[in-house]
């Protein structure tokens, strides 16, 4: 049995976080998209049309953290004018 040998990846994913300041042009950028909130009594799930998306496919498009995404959700929960956003 020959002894496998792991190399390390050379390459690496940038991710960023998203500031507070800018979450309502991420927000509004992830609307012209197509993607939507539904709010649950558990917590909450992204759709894009009438397909249910993940934190992490979010992240992946869009060149950022998964924890930026949660923080997009969390952020949104604590608006009260996001009917006037359409």
Known sequence: MMAVEWQR???????????TKDMHKFWKALM????WIKWHATGYSFYCGNYKITNK??????NCS?????????????????????
């Open 32 to 35: 012209e998209e197509g993607v």
């Open 9 to 19: 990846r050379k390459r690496y994913l940038a991710v960023r976080q998203v500031p």
């Open 66 to 86: 998964i924890s930026a995404v949660r923080r997009l959700a969390q952020w949104l929960s604590e608006q009260d004018d996001m009917e006037d956003w359409q």
């Open 57 to 62: 496919s979010i992240a992946e498009a869009w």
